[in-house]
């Protein structure tokens, strides 16, 4: 049977105006993302990673941001044609994110409770009594204690955990079809991390809702993705299933990154780390982008750029694999 598919990316393309001229932060990326599934996009800060997810949510800046090509399928139809109106409907209802840091995000001069309620007025035309309704309901969901008594105080209030569970609570007041979480378990403890990631699961299951997880821990991947889409200086390296991500990666980036995650099995002085850094937008190697700090970097790769290239299940952007079926 297939798989329902939510939402298609095809070589997308973005750029900025900055004073140096246009840079371009995403090139040329694809992929998909099924019904009830999670993929997991992963790389170094200054990948393209969050440009990318707020160019499919439509939250890039408008005053020096272009998109310069590519789609955006969203229940078949390209999110990049629609108007900012026509986003509008969409966002915070079929479209969801849960943003990295709640305490910002959050408004600190108004209850909790009036903040789940807003998207679900908003959206659905109803009476303030019914949201108030549907937002203990969603508290009582995500597990949050004494959900009538925490509607009625402020962010500033509640702890770190308890302000994570309040923005998924906006996310899913709605329950929309595909949910975006960009670092959603940064800053939490382990407990209150582990906690996270299962009522995401659980959500998952429960309204058949799609997610795109923006994380830089490969143990919140492990847990949680069904496919893991490798950036690296705003173009796809590596794109697969977590098992061919994990037990069999094929591109040195994606190599690297693994490699650097500590083992409890192993004793080490020192942790594997990638030399160097990513290289600015405006100063980007004329061949492949991670040239300069791959082990196995030759002449040509420094010159040419790769394509994108079939390796077993997976689809690697590496001269290596270059010829193979």
Same mark, same amino acid.
């Not at 140096?20 to 990948?47: D, F, M, P, Y």
């Not at 849960?98 to 959050?106: E, G, S, V």
């Not at 009594?129 to 995500?142: D, F, S, T, Y």
């Given at each position: 049977?297939?798989?329902?598919?939510?939402?298609?990316?095809?070589?997308?393309?973005?750029?900025?105006?900055?004073?140096?001229?246009?840079?371009?932060?995403?090139?040329?990326?694809?992929?998909?993302?099924?019904?009830?599934?999670?993929?997991?996009?992963?790389?170094?800060?200054?990948?393209?990673?969050t440009v990318t997810i707020q160019t499919v949510i439509g939250l890039n800046p408008k005053k020096n941001g272009s998109i310069k090509g590519?789609?955006?399928?969203?229940?078949?139809?390209?999110?990049?044609?629609?108007?900012?109106?026509?986003?509008?409907?969409?966002?915070?209802?079929?479209?969801?994110?849960?943003?990295?840091?709640?305490?910002?995000?959050?408004?600190?001069?108004?209850?909790?409770?009036?903040?789940?309620?807003?998207?679900?007025?908003?959206?659905?035309?109803?009476?303030?009594?019914?949201?108030?309704?549907?937002? /203990? #309901?969603? !508290?009582?969901? +995500?597990?949050?204690?004494? $959900?009538?008594?925490?509607m009625k105080r402020y962010p500033h209030q509640l702890s770190g955990g308890m302000r994570q569970r309040v923005m998924i609570a906006m996310?899913?007041?709605?329950?929309?079809?595909?949910?975006?979480?960009?670092?959603?378990?940064?800053?939490?403890?382990?407990?209150?991390?582990?906690?996270?990631?299962?009522?995401?699961?659980?959500?998952?299951?429960?309204?058949?809702?799609?997610?795109?997880?923006?994380?830089?821990?490969?143990?919140?991947?492990?847990?949680?993705?069904?496919?893991?889409?490798?950036?690296?200086a705003g173009k796809a390296v590596e794109y697969g299933s977590i098992e061919d991500i994990f037990e069999r990666p094929k591109h040195p980036?994606?190599?690297?990154?693994?490699?650097?995650?500590?083992?409890?099995?192993?004793? /080490? #002085?020192? !942790?594997?780390? +990638?030399?160097?850094?990513? $290289?600015?937008?405006?100063?980007?190697?004329?061949?492949?982008?991670?040239?300069?700090?791959?082990?196995?970097?030759?002449?040509?790769?420094?010159?040419?750029?790769?394509?994108?290239?079939?390796?077993?299940?997976?689809?690697?952007?590496?001269?290596?694999?270059?010829?193979?079926?």
């Open positions: 049977m297939e798989k329902e598919k939510i939402l298609e990316v095809k070589d997308l393309k973005v750029s900025f105006q900055t004073f140096q001229g246009s840079v371009q932060a995403v090139r040329g990326v694809s992929w998909h993302l099924n019904k009830k599934e999670t993929i997991a996009i992963v790389g170094e800060s200054g990948c393209g990673k590519g789609e955006v399928l969203f229940n078949k139809e390209n999110l990049l044609d629609l108007t900012p109106k026509q986003m509008r409907k969409l966002q915070g209802n079929q479209l969801s994110i849960i943003f990295q840091d709640p305490f910002t995000f959050l408004n600190p001069t108004m209850t909790v409770g009036e903040q789940i309620m807003e998207p679900y007025m908003q959206h659905y035309k109803v009476s303030r009594e019914e949201a108030r309704k549907k937002a /203990v #309901e969603i !508290l009582k969901m +995500i597990s949050l204690p004494s $959900p009538e008594e925490n996310a899913v007041s709605c329950e929309p079809r595909l949910l975006i979480a960009d670092e959603p378990t940064t800053a939490l403890d382990v407990t209150i991390q582990a906690q996270i990631l299962e009522l995401m699961c659980e959500l998952r299951e429960k309204m058949g809702t799609a997610i795109m997880l923006i994380t830089h821990d490969m143990g919140v991947v492990a847990e949680t993705a069904d496919d893991v889409l490798v950036l690296y980036y994606t190599q690297g990154l693994l490699n650097s995650i500590p083992r409890l099995d192993e004793d /080490v #002085e020192l !942790l594997n780390t +990638i030399e160097g850094t990513v $290289p600015a937008p405006d100063a980007m190697p004329a061949g492949c982008r991670f040239a300069p700090r791959c082990p196995y970097g030759k002449d040509r790769c420094m010159k040419e750029k790769p394509g994108v290239y079939h390796a077993g299940n997976s689809l690697v952007s590496c001269f290596r694999y270059e010829g193979e079926k």
